[in-house]
């Protein structure tokens, strides 16, 4: 089959042929119909070596779609048929956070040496930039029937991480709320429509290109700014909850500054944005910074369920799998709006 390896640190990926996976135990066989790229897959691409605890040569493509088309002996053959997306975090599911059902904070996966650990397909295990997947078992399946693949394989991440980083904060969404957006891109244009569906009064956004800026408005944002200091002026007394999408040194430190009292800020990105927090660096009253990961599994159902009844959608390019790597070239240089997603061949 077709997949699409790394096989150097620091270098581009391939598109090679390598053997047709055959699952064994609990193990499931997807068919890969949608895989979508993400910058995390370009943090991997420029480690050096020894920084990731990864075989190479490894396929990427950690955000699925497709068909489960056979099951190991020992797994359960009932979902061979189905169409799934997966929950691209492989969590030891005995640990105290598994059992919590917060599996993206398994306890196992933490790094190992100073080096990142494996966490799933894409990450340390063969991902879904090929023609088929092993996944091993089927408590990393989300079923996924009614919705298009192409729009499904983004919900494996873009849209889990953003649902998440949304969720935690819960409690300050409501009518009455300041919500602050910076960076719609592949995750900001999802929690957009999250904040919106969540009952948001006033969802402001923040991008520098003027093609986001552009969604942003489509997708219901209430005001649009060019960057993070611009948007202050639109926010009164501040923002119960900000979403930093970028985490850059030019949006982190305008952002916390930015809070109402009692307010959030969740910081998602990680262009390598620094704060100093305490309760003497003019920070408002009450303040409270998060850096969510990923989302548990639950979230992914979730994001899954509103994108099947039409209340979340998904602003994707679509390419061929062959492509690969020049459609890399173009994530790496600002090129893509929304999500890129590539499709096998049939």
């Known amino acids: 089959m077709l997949a699409v390896q790394l096989t150097a640190w620091g270098a581009e990926p391939e598109l090679r ?3 047709l996976p055959r699952p064994r135990g609990e193990e499931l066989l ?20 020894g920084s990731f605890d990864y075989p ?8 699925v779609a497709g068909t489960v088309v056979e099951a190991g002996p020992a797994a ?25 059902g917060r599996e993206n904070y398994c306890l196992r996966l933490r790094p190992r040496d100073g080096r990142g650990a494996p966490i799933g397909n894409g990450l340390g295990y063969p ?7 092993l996944v091993p078992a089927a408590r990393f399946l989300v079923r996924s029937a009614g919705v298009d693949p192409v729009h499904c394989a983004p919900l494996a991440d873009a849209g889990l991480t953003a649902y998440h980083a949304v969720r935690e904060h819960r409690d300050l969404i409501d009518a009455q709320s300041v919500c602050l957006v910076i960076g719609v891109g592949g995750l900001g244009h999802f929690a957009l429509q999250i904040l919106r569906a969540f009952g948001a009064g006033q969802i402001v956004a923040v991008d520098t290109r003027a093609e986001a800026r552009e969604m942003a408005r489509r997708l219901g944002a209430d005001a649009v700014f060019e960057d993070a200091a611009a948007a202050a002026g639109a926010l009164g007394e501040g923002a119960d909850l900000i979403l930093d ?27 390598g944005g620094r704060i100093t927090a305490g309760k003497d660096v003019g920070l408002a009253a009450g303040w409270g910074i998060s850096a969510p990961f990923w989302g548990p599994r639950a979230d992914l159902a979730a994001v899954v369920e509103m994108a099947r009844r039409g209340a979340l959608h998904v ?22 709006t929304g999500r890129a997603v590539l499709v096998p061949p049939p």
């Open 76 to 100: 359960d053959h009932d979902w061979i048929g189905e169409q799934v997306v997966v929950h691209g975090i492989w969590g030891c599911g005995g640990c105290r956070n598994c059992l919590r």
């Open 127 to 133: 991902g879904g930039l090929a023609e088929a997947v």
């Open 30 to 49: 997807i068919q890969v119909a949608a895989a979508g790229l993400c910058r995390s897959d370009l943090h991997v691409m420029d480690a050096a070596a």
């Open 245 to 271: 999408f970028a985490g850059a040194p030019s949006t982190v430190a305008p952002a916390a500054a930015a809070l109402a009292p009692g307010g959030r800020l969740s910081v998602v990105g990680s262009a």
């Open 315 to 336: 602003t994707a390019q679509t390419y061929p799998l062959t492509a690969a790597v020049e459609v890399y070239r173009q994530l790496r240089s600002g090129g893509i």
């Open 17 to 19: 042929e390598i053997p």
């Open 56 to 63: 190479l040569p490894l396929t990427l493509g950690h955000e």
